[in-house]
């Protein structure tokens, strides 16, 4: 798996950021502004990791192909590992499986 460390700092800060959303909501409000901060850095580095990591299959032609951060955060989720894409090769919005690199 390419690029784990920043998989793990993206989990570990989403996870952090939702224990201090809790804190701060009891406590202060600029201890919420930063965990939501940190929550939403968290998500955004998931997002670019995935994004680096994985190619995307057309279950109609076959083409191999990749996203761009705004298609991987856009598109929509059809189970693990799929999302509905539009395939450059056949010009369709499809189902499309996403595999490792």
């Given amino acids: 798996m390419k ?13 952090l ?38 190619k995307w299959i057309c279950e109609v032609c076959g083409e191999s192909f990749e996203i761009s951060l705004k298609e991987n955060v856009f598109g929509i989720n059809s189970g693990i590992y799929y999302k509905t894409l539009y395939c450059p090769k056949c010009h369709k919005k499809t189902l499309c499986k996403g595999v490792a690199k």
């Fill in 3 to 15: 690029n784990k460390p920043k998989f793990i700092l993206g989990i570990t800060l989403s996870l």
């Fill in 17 to 54: 950021s939702l224990i201090f959303l809790i804190i701060g909501i009891v406590y202060n409000l600029i201890f919420f502004l930063i965990s939501l901060v940190m929550l939403f850095l968290g998500i955004y580095i998931l997002m670019s990791w995935s994004t680096k990591n994985y």
